[in-house]
């Protein structure tokens, strides 16, 4: 009886823990969009909590060309990449930002968006990426073939008094 559960319970561990060692043996390329840079401030805490992910797996997008959000208070030095920026909060809580545009196709017009899976989906070649829990890395597609992972931006505490900056 012991036997047969301790084999139960290896049989539904082993396979998660493979596939983790397999994204951690790969090396992901994440660098793949050049001149793409990203400055975004949130002055305070309240403007964080109107425009932010407000909990855990929540997420928002942000792209100052087309006005998303119509009514971000963007200034002039803000920039959100090449294809926007997916500002996430991951499953721990942490807080992390993305380049919308996918790493295959690297055009600021073909992009990702969060499919009914969760994970990040560019809209021309179906590459798949998880954004709450293995920050950018490809799951599926062209993307987890070539390693091409989501391009990171880091979400922090601002030098000049700013709640949080994405850079």
């Known amino acids: 009886m012991l036997k047969k559960a301790l084999k139960a319970a290896v049989a539904a561990v082993v396979p998660g823990a493979l596939s983790l060692a397999s994204v951690s043996c790969h090396h992901v390329d994440n660098k ?39 009514d971000f208070p963007y200034i002039a030095s803000s920039m959100t990449g090449l294809g926007g920026l997916l500002v996430c909060t991951t499953y721990i809580g942490d807080e992390i930002a993305y380049d919308m545009a996918c790493p295959v196709e690297c055009r600021r017009d073909i992009t990702v968006f969060i499919n009914e899976n969760g994970l990040a989906e560019c809209i021309k070649c179906h590459s798949t990426y998880e954004v709450f829990s293995l920050p950018g890395s490809p799951v599926s597609g062209e993307a987890a073939e070539k390693g091409y992972g989501l391009q990171i931006y880091h979400v922090g505490p601002g030098r000049n008094g700013e709640y949080r900056v994405i850079y």
């Not at 400055?39 to 997008?61: C, K, S």
């Open 32 to 70: 793949r969009l050049t001149g793409a840079v990203a400055n975004l401030l949130f002055r305070t805490q309240a403007e964080w909590v109107t425009y932010g992910p407000t909990g855990a797996g929540d997420w928002r997008v942000f792209n100052r060309p087309d006005r998303i959000p119509a």
